[in-house]
C-alpha cells in the first residue's frame, strides 16, 4: 500500500508526553513520531516555569495532594492526585538520568525548588526561566539517539484509523498529510498514544504555540472517544501586554509571582490582597479573574507586574530569559514594572482516560493536555501539567508492556479505509479561511473568555456551527490542505468548549458565569461529557474527591 508507515507504536505529539513515552516504549517495539511542525515545536518547549514536584525539604506528599484538590474546586478524582503526586519524584529522577539539567542551589547539588500560586512549600522543580525547553533539548536527544524511534515532522493529522477484529474496534493509527510533499499518509500501530497538546489556539490571545489547534480532542471525539469538562480553560494570569498583536503571547511565569512579584494597577496600586488571602500568590484562575476585573473597572488595557523591588542580580539569575526578552522590547524590568495581561494558556479538558492514560477506544491512549486525567479538576494547579504527562505517559507503557499481545500490528488488509477520498488544494479560498479563523478567535476571545454569560455563549453557538458548516462544505466538496484540517478542529474543538460551557449551569474553578455567580455542588459536582452520539453532563463513573 502507498504511503504506508507501519511501526509497534504511533505517538502523535513531540512534547514531554510523546517523548518521555516513545523512550520507553522502544524498549519494546519501533515507534514512530509524527509532528505537525519542527520537533520541538510544543508547548513543552513553551514552559517557564517548572514541574511540581515533592523532592524533600519541609514538603511532604500530602500537602501537595490538598494544595492540588483545593485548586481544582471539587472536581480532581482524588485517587488520580495521590497517584501523580506520590509516582512523581522516580520520574523526575528519570528525567535528570536521561540528561535534564535542572537548575542547583548555590554551591551544592540540591535541588533549587520554586514556589508558585497555589503552593504551600517550594517543590517548583526548574531550569531558571525555560524548564519546557532544557526538558525538550534532552528528551529529543535521546530520541535521536535510539535507532528505535523514527520522527516525521510537518504531518498534520485527519483522522484516526480503526480496524475490526475478533475482540472489537480497535484505534490502529492514523491518516495524515504531508505539508511539505502534499501526499496523504497512513501511519498504523498496534497501539496510538495522542499527545498532541491543547486547544490555545481557539482563542485570540494565546501562550500556546501555532500547533495547539486541538487535533487530538477532535479527532477522538470525531472516532466516538468520550470527551469530558472542556468548559475549563485556564487563562495564564500575566502574559506581557503589547500594543501591537503578535501571533504568541509571551508569557511571564507564575514563578515570578512565586519569588516575590507584587501585581499593581497602572496608577501603582496593588489589589491582590482584596481579592484572596494568598494576594499575589493565589490560584491562576483568582488571579486571572481579579485582573479582567480590575482591567474592565478602571478601563485599563492591562496591569502591572512589578520585581523593581527585589535584587536586580537575584532578578537576572532567576529569570534570564525573560528578562532579555523584555530588554529586547526596551524594557527593564529590573527598573521597570512588566505590563502584563491574561492570555489563554491550558485546557484541563481533554480525551476522558483511566488512571493508564486509556481512552474510551480500544487502541488509543492520551496523555499530556490532550487528556482529561481527572488530575486538574476544575483548575490546574501552577506546573503540575508536565509533571502529569511524565506521570502518565509512563503509566500509558507499563499497561501496554503488561498486556502487550493485546497491541500487535495490524495486516493492512484489516485497516477500514472508509474515509472519504481529498484531493490538496492550498489555492482555494484563501480569503474566506483567513476570515473564518479570525472571526472564530475573536468570537472565543469575547464571548468565552474568563467570565461568561449565558447570552454570550448562544451568541458564540451560534458563530461556531456557522462556521463549522462553511469548513466542512469544503471537505464534502472533497478539498483538504493542512491548514484547513487546523481549521475545521479549531471551529470543532471551540464548539465542544462552548457547548460545554452552556451545560454547566453554575460556576466553578476556570469556568465563571455570571447568570450563576455561585458553585452548586448538589447538582454539578461532577464532569461534563460529551461524545459524537450523545452530549451530556453526567459522572464519568469514576470517585470524585
Not at 508507515?5 to 508526553?17: K, N, R
Not at 488520580?80 to 537548575?103: H, K, M, N, S, Y
Not at 530569559?321 to 479538558?349: F, M, Q, R, W
Not at 484489516?414 to 478567535?441: G, T
Request: proline letters at 2%.
Amino acid at each position: 500500500m502507498k504511503n504506508l508507515f507501519e511501526s509497534d507504536f504511533l505517538v502523535i505529539g513531540s512534547g514531554i508526553a510523546g517523548l518521555s513515552f516513545a523512550l520507553r516504549a522502544a524498549e519494546l517495539g519501533e515507534v514512530t513520531v509524527i509532528t505537525k511542525k519542527e520537533q520541538c515545536d510544543s508547548s513543552t518547549n513553551y514552559a517557564q516555569g517548572g514541574i511540581a514536584c515533592v523532592m524533600g525539604g519541609n514538603d511532604e506528599f500530602s500537602l501537595h495532594i490538598e494544595d492540588t484538590l483545593t485548586c481544582g474546586a471539587g472536581l480532581c478524582k482524588k485517587d488520580v492526585v495521590e497517584t501523580v503526586v506520590r509516582e512523581g519524584p522516580a520520574l523526575i529522577q528519570a528525567l535528570i538520568d536521561w540528561g535534564v539539567e535542572f537548575t542547583r542551589k548555590s554551591g551544592g547539588d540540591d535541588l533549587d525548588l520554586g514556589r508558585e500560586g497555589g503552593h504551600s512549600r517550594r517543590r517548583i522543580v526548574h531550569a531558571k526561566d525555560l524548564t519546557g525547553q532544557e526538558v525538550e533539548r534532552a528528551l529529543l536527544e535521546r530520541v535521536r539517539l535510539n535507532d528505535r524511534i523514527q520522527i516525521y515532522e510537518h504531518q498534520v493529522a485527519i483522522d484516526l484509523l480503526f480496524a475490526e477484529q475478533s475482540q472489537g474496534r480497535r484505534c490502529v493509527g492514523v491518516r495524515a498529510i504531508d505539508s511539505l510533499s502534499g501526499d496523504f499518509r497512513l501511519y498504523v500501530a498496534g497501539m496510538v498514544l495522542l499527545a498532541t497538546g491543547g486547544v490555545g489556539r481557539v482563542y485570540l490571545h494565546t501562550t500556546n504555540p501555532p500547533i495547539a489547534t486541538g487535533d487530538g480532542v477532535v479527532m477522538a471525539y470525531r472516532a466516538g472517544a468520550v470527551i469530558a469538562n472542556m468548559e475549563f480553560i485556564q487563562f495564564h494570569p500575566t502574559s506581557l501586554y503589547q500594543k501591537d498583536e503578535v501571533s504568541r503571547a509571551f508569557l511571564i511565569s507564575e514563578a515570578v509571582r512565586g519569588e516575590g512579584g507584587v501585581l499593581r494597577t497602572l496608577d501603582g496600586e496593588s489589589f491582590m490582597q482584596r481579592y484572596h488571602p494568598l494576594a499575589c500568590l493565589a490560584p491562576r484562575d483568582v488571579v486571572a479573574r481579579s485582573i479582567d476585573n480590575e482591567m474592565k473597572h478602571r478601563g485599563d488595557p492591562c496591569v502591572l507586574l512589578d520585581l523593581t523591588h527585589l535584587q536586580a542580580d537575584f532578578i537576572k539569575d532567576h529569570f534570564p530569559n525573560i528578562h532579555k526578552h523584555c530588554l529586547g522590547l526596551g524594557l527593564d524590568i529590573t527598573k521597570e514594572p512588566i505590563p502584563v495581561v491574561p492570555a489563554a494558556h491550558y485546557s484541563c479538558g481533554g480525551v476522558l482516560t483511566d488512571l493508564d492514560g486509556q481512552s474510551s477506544i480500544s487502541g488509543l491512549f492520551a496523555t499530556g493536555e490532550a487528556s482529561c486525567t481527572g488530575l486538574h479538576g476544575a483548575n490546574r494547579l501552577a506546573s503540575n501539567s508536565l509533571l502529569e504527562a511524565l506521570v502518565f505517559s509512563n503509566r500509558a507503557f507499563l499497561k501496554i508492556a503488561s498486556q502487550q499481545e493485546r497491541f500487535q500490528r495490524v495486516a493492512a488488509s484489516e485497516i477500514q479505509l472508509d474515509f472519504p477520498a481529498l484531493v490538496i488544494d492550498e489555492s482555494f479560498e484563501a480569503v474566506r479561511l483567513r476570515h473564518c479563523a479570525e472571526e472564530l478567535v475573536r468570537t472565543m476571545w469575547d464571548y468565552v473568555g474568563i467570565v461568561r454569560s449565558n447570552e454570550r455563549l448562544h451568541l458564540a453557538r451560534q458563530r461556531t456551527k456557522m462556521l463549522q458548516s462553511e469548513i466542512d462544505g469544503y471537505f464534502r466538496r472533497g478539498l483538504c490542505s493542512g491548514s484547513l484540517v487546523e481549521l475545521r478542529n479549531m471551529v470543532q474543538c471551540a464548539d465542544l468548549i462552548v457547548r460545554s460551557a452552556l451545560r454547566r449551569k453554575e460556576s466553578r474553578g476556570l469556568h465563571f458565569n455570571l447568570d450563576y455567580p455561585a458553585a452548586d455542588d448538589k447538582h454539578w459536582k461532577k464532569d461534563t461529557i460529551l461524545t459524537l452520539k450523545q452530549s451530556s453532563s453526567r459522572n464519568s463513573g469514576r470517585g470524585l474527591s
